[in-house]
């Protein structure tokens, strides 16, 4: 559909179909998009992000970490923490749900603020 589109729309007495791809013009093509690195410019390698602690299934180390890492992965993996990007409050929302509706264990409130706290830190929306 679309290359019928672009042939209608090109004139019929200007170049030839033929002659107008030979001069370089590309209609599908996108500025900057490297089909081989996806996500990149053109021509500029991909920054690698911060690959975080092995031992902690990739958290990024700080206060915190080790306690993040034991209570979030008894019930899912670093991964679903990783991807979050979320408000504090959100945090604050999920905490609260996982307790009530998921059955994670209610932890001491200075843990449960090393935890969340370190959450916010790394994987917030706010910062």
Known sequence: MLVLALLLALP?????????????????????F??????????????????????????????GAEETFYACTACHSSAIIKQQHITDARWDDLWGWMIE??????????????????????FSSER
């Open 101 to 122: 509706t998921q059955g994670m264990p209610d932890y001491p409130e200075e843990e449960k603020q090393l935890i969340l706290g370190y959450l916010k830190q790394h």
């Open 12 to 32: 019929l007495t200007g170049a030839p179909l033929i002659g107008t791809l030979a001069q370089g013009y590309n209609p599908l093509a996108r500025p900057g």
């Open 34 to 63: 490297n089909p081989l690195a996806p996500g990149t410019q053109s021509g500029k390698p991909a920054e690698k992000q911060a690959e975080g602690n092995p031992e902690l299934g990739g958290l990024p180390d700080g206060k």
